[in-house]
């Protein structure tokens, strides 16, 4: 033995209870070994580190100057690994880290940043770092540990499972839908400004919905970031289609023909196929999964849940 890498924490454990008991038969016992193992270990703990721990006096054991300073690192050693031992045992250390979630800017600033309160108590050793730039990170690269996006992902080693359906309807303000003609049929609709999406940095396919209102819609005002559509909708600027989750919950807004145009699209979360069961992603995805179901979620509406109930 020649350098301090060659000892183990069984032997700081003999030592420490050397230490505590000055008798090697006692420390023995505590540690259920034998007078002879206890003897060797601190033999070899002292020749691993090169310095003398104890004073042998036929009286027991006395730590050295030196063997008291050890004691300090050995039992910041000792309360850390207990410390691991019980995290472990509870599964609080199989959920520390950090994760990064990418996720759409709607989902990100009109849902998940509502219930992070929440996981933040039942996760409190989890950081989050939320990305909500307009593209698609790239999980292959590490750049997102879990993305949620708007289209389930096609091959590559990815694990994919469906979040949540939402809903979008026509929305427009009271003030503007009062002062302007009213709509009774979705022809009416073209004689509206419409606020949508920049239609060339459109970054997933289920954001491509105007078609689906009227295929002649032409947008007035366009932009990339959906808050700011919903700014300008709130402001009277013209109609707009929007997520029920967040457009609901502006009593300013109405919905327009809600009876008639009713979109319905999926939000799917996916990771890393290495990543998939890692304790840290799981939780996250776990969270979410309860999260979308909760009533004031509001991904599926009452008037979609009345419709399954009557069989529409």
Known sequence: MTNSSQFTWDDLQFFLAVARTGQLSTAARQLRSSHATVSRRIDRLEFALKVKLFERNPRGYVLTAMGNRFVDT????EQETERLRADLATGAMAQRGVVRLSAPEGFANFFFATVLPQFAERHPHLSLELVTIQQIMSLSRKEAD??????EPKGGPYYAEKLTDYHLQVYGSRDYLAANAPVVSREDLLSHPFISYIEEMIFAPGLDYLGDVHPRIKPQFQSSSIFAQLTATRNG???CVLPYFFAS??????????DEVDLNRSYWITCHQDQKQAPRVRAVIDFLREAVTWPDARFIPPFAISAVRRGG
């Open 74 to 77: 050995a039992e910041k050693m």
């Open 146 to 151: 879990i993305s949620v996006v708007l289209d």
């Open 237 to 239: 600027l013209g109609l």
């Open 249 to 258: 919950r502006y009593p300013e807004l109405e919905r327009v023909l809600p």
